[in-house]
C-alpha cells in the first residue's frame, strides 16, 4: 500500500506541474491547488498519516540502516549511512513540506518576479504569514511522542536562522533550533546540495524517514539534466522501494525541480495517439 502511495503521489504532482509548466499565469493552477483545495489539503495529511504509521513501524524494531544514502552510494546500487546504537531522528524539507509559504506566494501570484533578494527578505519578515502544511503539526507531534527527533535539512539560510526559527515555531512545528534540529544552507561549502547536511544528521542519529517535496530533498544524485531520466530514476528499482518506505512526498506543483520539461519530453513521441479521424 505505501509503495503505490508514494508512486500516485508522483503521478499527481507530475501531472500538476506540467499542466502548469505550460499555461504559465502568475496566479497559476498548482498554486489554487496546492493553497487553495481541499484535494491538496487531504493529500498532503494522507501523505503525513503514512508517513507516522510508517515510523511507528520502524521505532518497534531497530534498524540497520538509516534512510540515508551512504557517501559513495549511487541510486542504480544504494547504500545507506549505518544506525548503530545512534537515537532515532526524522528528517523533513521545510518549504511547501512542513510551511506553507501564503505571504510570499501570494506576492507572486499578483506579479511580483522571484529574486534572491526578495526571498531573503521574506525569511526575514514573512513569519507571521506562513501556515502548517496540512497534517504536518499533528505529524510531527506524533513523531516525537515516539521519542523520534525531528530535525529540519532546508535551503532556507543560516544568515537568517533566527527568523526562521521563529518562522517554524511560530506556525505550531517546532522545536528548531540552528545547529541542533535546525540545518540551513550556508551550514557547509556545498550550498543548496544536502548531502553534506544529511551526511551530518546520519553521524549524530539513526534517520527513520525524511520527508520532502523536491528529489532534492532525499538525495542530490537526482540532479540530472534530462527530465526523463530523472522521472526514470525514480521508477527504477531499488530506489523506487524507498517511496512510502522511508522516503515521503509532499505534492508541489506550484515551483522547483518538478517544473520541468518540454511538452515532447512529458510526452514521449512513442506514446503520440495516432488519430485517424478528425479531431475535435
Not at 534498524?63 to 544506525?83: E, K, Q
Not at 528548531?176 to 551526511?199: F, I, M, N, Q, V
Request: net charge negative; glycine share 12%.
Amino acid at each position: 500500500m505505501r509503495h503505490s502511495f508514494g508512486a500516485a503521489l508522483g503521478v499527481i504532482a507530475f501531472a500538476a506541474s506540467a499542466a502548469n509548466a505550460q499555461t504559465a499565469p502568475p496566479f497559476s493552477p498548482g498554486m489554487q491547488y496546492t493553497y487553495g483545495s481541499g484535494e491538496g489539503a487531504a493529500i498532503s495529511i494522507q501523505a503525513w498519516r503514512a508517513l507516522t504509521a510508517y515510523v511507528a513501524e520502524r521505532v518497534k524494531q531497530r534498524p540497520v540502516d538509516s534512510v540515508v544514502l551512504a557517501p559513495g552510494a549511487s541510486l542504480s546500487a544504494p547504500a545507506y549511512a549505518p544506525c548503530g546504537a545512534r537515537p532515532y531522528a526524522a528528517v523533513f524539507d521545510v518549504d511547501e513540506t512542513v510551511l506553507l509559504n501564503l505571504g510570499f506566494e501570494y506576492e507572486a501570484a499578483t506579479g511580483t518576479p522571484f529574486s534572491d533578494a526578495r526571498w531573503d527578505e521574506w525569511e526575514r519578515t514573512g513569519a507571521q504569514q506562513v501556515a502548517a502544511v496540512p497534517g504536518a503539526k499533528q505529524g510531527l507531534g506524533a513523531i516525537r511522542a515516539m521519542g523520534v527527533t525531528v530535525v529540519f535539512n532546508t535551503n532556507r539560510l543560516a544568515a537568517n536562522a533566527a527568523a526562521n526559527q521563529a518562522a517554524i515555531e511560530g506556525a505550531g512545528l517546532g522545536p528548531a533550533k540552528h545547529g541542533d534540529t535546525l540545518y540551513l544552507k550556508g551550514d557547509d561549502a556545498l550550498g543548496s546540495k544536502k548531502d553534506g547536511r544529511r551526511a551530518m544528521i546520519a553521524d549524530r542519529f539513526c534517520v527513520i524517514a525524511m520527508g520532502g517535496d523536491q528529489l532534492g530533498d532525499f538525495s542530490d544524485l537526482f540532479a540530472i539534466a534530462s527530465v526523463p531520466a530523472r522521472r526514470d530514476a525514480t521508477l527504477d528499482s531499488p530506489i523506487a522501494a524507498k517511496w512510502g518506505a522511508g522516503w515521503f512526498v509532499l505534492p508541489n506543483p506550484v515551483y522547483g525541480t518538478g517544473l520541468k520539461g518540454t511538452i515532447d519530453e512529458v510526452f514521449p513521441a512513442e506514446k503520440h495517439w495516432p488519430v485517424t479521424g478528425e479531431k475535435g
